[in-house]
């Protein structure tokens, strides 16, 4: 048996499930050592100090970046293994057709042989861990065995991990069981199975954030999405934001967008100077819970404290609160740096440096055709580092929405803002979803695929029992929220974008605040209901009027061959496929001439 650490004191550990699966999976792995992580300053101290020692950490310049730290990943492990990413549950069929399956026997059988020794001559880390503010009802305990000091380091910031979580979990035996080892990195022993029914993850051979960080889309979107299914509440790939407006009131929505679609910007947006005296919150910026509470409102918490965000793109201009994030107590992810020991990526404010050592610790010169940083590096930082950060965040109820929002990337077809007539008509809007596909996802860039409410690789069972189950939410509630969809990459004839994003969006966030409230009209189409023209507020806003108009566009031509261009997506779900959602289709279908 491998040497025990114990920084958590042993009357935590008396949980009898816990230290029986810890060590019955010790003895597979078979670590020199195993620490308990206790989630402590002191111990992520002495962490640090040994991820530099052994190279997994760069230290950064501490008068530029305080306390932060750059790490490269493998080149061949940079982003979600889509392809070898499995659901394991027991019948074929509840895994669906947008996610790869296998059987629980033959994963667990081939995993265990790679799992069996993985560890010999590492530290295996436990980290306990609680998604979700604390003492929620709403939150979920889990434990991930890792080999990676790196994840550690990273669980402390993505999570509350350690005692309080021992804590919360007591002598239960309901807790996520994860189990990660990066192996050698080679993409052919990589597999990340997640076990619906038996509320497990195994990932093998994979550093990468959302392959290795067990609590983030494995537990808290995979299986989680099971979870909700079965117990009557969503687990969502949303941010939560919070409106406040200059008399003190708060409307908070929650809006899915695709990975690197700007979602991270919008949950940190700051308004433009024609909105003072408003205030913009960040509940969370990439995962939501939501549940009915008593009230018939839908409510969310975000399950996550921290952020995990794709770095090239961010700047002043387009996130400035993500900026001032990761200005301290930053880990930095396949970045470049700069020969004083900065941080650098492309769409960073200024011109790149002459000199940088790029992503993979290579020298780069400026004008080079290579990327400096990888095109899905990311930052790792607690929520507490945004001035954004909502007062919320740790609230156990969450907060109340008021508008679900959908954003694919389109450069065409889908307006800027539209809003859904009805419940069952923004299910439709959020299921078709379509979206350009972008470096998060690994494969060919700019593919356009239907990734319904921005879940496809997320969603833990049957894609066609998901959207009936988002269908069947409506039951539940007294007050649905409004849905809409919009979209901030719609572009010209000539390629270029038709409406400038960033902060401005916050213009198309005032009119969804409106129509929430009912102090506003719209226009009807046979789409949805859209502003009617000039509505939207451009005060101070650089931009021809024809250029919104353009963005605003429904089309019927290009919105039928997007309807028709559904049927092979609503074919794949055979059974499963809601009637209601066909009855959408069909009604649009008729409407577009």
Same mark, same amino acid.
């Given at each position: 048996?491998?040497?025990?650490? =114990?920084?958590?004191?042993?009357?935590?550990?008396?949980?009898?499930?816990?230290?029986?699966?810890?060590?019955?999976?010790?003895?597979?792995?078979?670590?020199?050592?195993?620490?308990?992580?206790?989630?402590?300053?002191?111990?992520?101290?002495?962490?640090?100090?040994?991820?530099?020692?052994?190279?997994?950490?760069?230290?950064?310049?501490?008068?530029?970046?305080?306390?932060?730290?750059?790490?490269?990943?493998?080149?061949?492990?940079?982003?979600?293994?889509?392809?070898l990413t499995f659901i394991c549950s027991k019948?074929?069929?509840?895994?669906?057709?947008?996610?790869?399956?296998?059987?629980?026997?033959?994963?667990?059988?081939?995993?265990?042989?790679?799992?069996?020794?993985?560890?010999?001559?590492?530290?295996?880390?436990?980290?306990?861990?609680?998604?979700?503010?604390?003492?929620?009802?709403?939150?979920?305990?889990?434990?991930?065995?890792?080999?990676?000091?790196?994840?550690?380091?990273?669980?402390?910031?993505?999570?509350?991990?350690?005692?309080? =979580?021992?804590?919360?979990?007591?002598?239960?035996?309901?807790?996520?069981?994860?189990?990660?080892?990066?192996?050698?990195?080679?993409?052919?022993?990589?597999?990340?199975?997640?076990?619906?029914?038996?509320?497990?993850?195994?990932?093998?051979?994979?550093?990468?954030?959302?392959?290795?960080?067990?609590?983030?889309?494995?537990?808290?979107?995979?299986?989680?999405?099971?979870?909700?299914?079965?117990?009557?509440?969503?687990?969502?790939?949303?941010?939560?934001?919070?409106?406040?407006?200059?008399?003190?009131?708060?409307?908070?929505?929650?809006?899915?967008?695709?990975?690197?679609?700007?979602?991270?910007?919008?949950?940190?947006?700051?308004?433009?100077?024609?909105?003072?005296g408003w205030k913009l919150w960040t509940v969370?910026?990439?995962?939501?819970?939501?549940?009915?509470?008593?009230?018939?409102?839908?409510?969310?918490?975000?399950?996550?404290?921290?952020?995990?965000?794709?770095?090239?793109?961010?700047?002043?201009?387009?996130?400035?609160?993500?900026?001032?994030?990761?200005?301290?107590?930053?880990?930095?992810?396949?970045?470049?740096?700069?020969?004083?020991?900065?941080?650098?990526?492309?769409?960073?404010?200024?011109?790149?440096?002459?000199?940088?050592?790029?992503?993979?610790?290579?020298?780069?010169?400026?004008?080079?055709?290579?990327?400096?940083?990888?095109?899905?590096?990311?930052?790792?930082?607690?929520?507490?580092?945004?001035?954004?950060?909502?007062?919320?965040?740790?609230?156990?109820?969450?907060?109340?929405?008021?508008?679900?929002?959908?954003?694919?990337?389109?450069?065409?077809?889908?307006?800027?803002?539209?809003?859904?007539?009805?419940?069952?008509?923004?299910?439709?809007?959020?299921?078709?979803?379509?979206?350009?596909?972008?470096?998060?996802?690994?494969?060919?860039?700019?593919?356009?695929?239907?990734?319904?409410?921005?879940?496809?690789?997320?969603?833990?069972?049957?894609?066609?029992?998901?959207?009936?189950?988002?269908?069947?939410?409506?039951?539940?509630?007294?007050?649905?929220?409004?849905?809409?969809?919009?979209?901030?990459?719609?572009?010209?004839?000539?390629?270029?974008?038709?409406?400038?994003?960033?902060?401005?969006?916050?213009?198309?966030?005032?009119?969804?605040?409106?129509?929430?409230?009912?102090?506003?009209?719209?226009?009807?189409?046979?789409?949805?209901?859209?502003?009617?023209?000039?509505?939207?507020?451009?005060?101070?806003?650089?931009?021809?009027?024809?250029?919104?108009?353009?963005?605003? =566009?429904?089309?019927?031509?290009?919105?039928?061959?997007?309807?028709?261009?559904?049927?092979?997506?609503?074919?794949?779900?055979?059974?499963?496929?809601?009637?209601?959602?066909?009855?959408?289709?069909?009604?649009?279908?008729?409407?577009?001439?």
């Open positions: 048996m491998a040497n025990r650490e =114990a920084p958590v004191s042993e009357s935590k550990l008396q949980n009898p499930h816990l230290t029986s699966w810890v060590d019955e999976l010790a003895r597979l792995c078979k670590p020199d050592r195993v620490h308990w992580c206790d989630g402590s300053e002191g111990e992520r101290q002495r962490l640090t100090a040994l991820a530099v020692s052994s190279g997994v950490l760069l230290p950064l310049d501490p008068a530029q970046y305080p306390n932060s730290f750059l790490h490269r990943s493998n080149p061949n492990d940079v982003a979600r293994s889509e392809q019948n074929q069929a509840d895994a669906g057709p947008t996610n790869n399956w296998m059987s629980p026997a033959e994963a667990y059988a081939k995993l265990g042989k790679l799992f069996d020794g993985s560890m010999r001559g590492r530290t295996l880390y436990v980290i306990p861990y609680v998604m979700g503010p604390p003492g929620s009802e709403f939150a979920k305990v889990g434990v991930e065995l890792t080999d990676s000091v790196y994840v550690a380091l990273s669980m402390r910031l993505m999570t509350r991990m350690g005692s309080e =979580a021992l804590e919360a979990l007591g002598s239960s035996a309901d807790f996520n069981h994860g189990l990660h080892c990066t192996g050698d990195l080679s993409p052919e022993r990589r597999f990340i199975c997640h076990f619906p029914e038996d509320n497990a993850v195994w990932s093998f051979g994979s550093g990468y954030g959302g392959n290795a960080l067990l609590g983030k889309k494995c537990l808290a979107l995979r299986i989680a999405s099971y979870l909700g299914r079965r117990e009557g509440w969503l687990a969502e790939h949303m941010l939560i934001l919070g409106a406040e407006d200059p008399e003190g009131r708060t409307t908070y929505v929650a809006a899915a967008f695709p990975s690197a679609c700007g979602k991270t910007n919008f949950a940190m947006m700051v308004p433009p100077a024609r909105f003072k969370g910026d990439d995962i939501a819970w939501l549940h009915v509470r008593p009230d018939g409102k839908l409510w969310a918490v975000n399950p996550e404290r921290g952020y995990f965000g794709v770095a090239p793109g961010t700047s002043l201009k387009s996130n400035p609160n993500a900026m001032k994030s990761v200005s301290h107590d930053a880990l930095f992810t396949n970045v470049a740096m700069t020969k004083e020991g900065g941080v650098w990526w492309e769409g960073m404010d200024g011109d790149p440096p002459d000199e940088l050592i790029d992503w993979q610790g290579r020298p780069w010169k400026k004008g080079s055709p290579e990327k400096a940083a990888q095109p899905n590096s990311r930052f790792t930082v607690a929520a507490s580092n945004n001035p954004a950060c909502s007062p919320h965040l740790d609230d156990p109820h969450g907060v109340p929405i008021s508008a679900l929002i959908f954003g694919g990337r389109r450069s065409s077809t889908v307006p800027l803002v539209l809003q859904s007539f009805n419940w069952a008509h923004g299910v439709f809007l959020g299921a078709t979803m379509a979206s350009e596909t972008t470096a998060a996802a690994g494969g060919k860039l700019g593919e356009l695929r239907r990734d319904p409410m921005a879940m496809r690789p997320f969603c833990g069972y049957n894609v066609g029992d998901y959207m009936q189950h988002w269908l069947d939410m409506q039951r539940r509630m007294v007050a649905p929220p409004k849905i809409f969809q919009v979209n901030w990459f719609r572009r010209d004839k000539e390629g270029a974008l038709l409406w400038p994003g960033y902060g401005e969006n916050m213009r198309v966030l005032k009119w969804i605040i409106d129509r929430v409230a009912g102090t506003l009209n719209a226009r009807e189409t046979p789409f949805g209901w859209v502003p009617h023209p000039g509505q939207l507020d451009l005060t101070g806003l650089d931009i021809a009027p024809e250029r919104v108009e353009q963005a605003m =566009a429904v089309r019927d031509d290009e919105l039928r061959a997007d309807l028709e261009s559904l049927a092979p997506f609503f074919a794949d779900l055979g059974d499963r496929l809601p009637e209601a959602l066909s009855f959408q289709r069909h009604l649009l279908l008729s409407r577009a001439r």
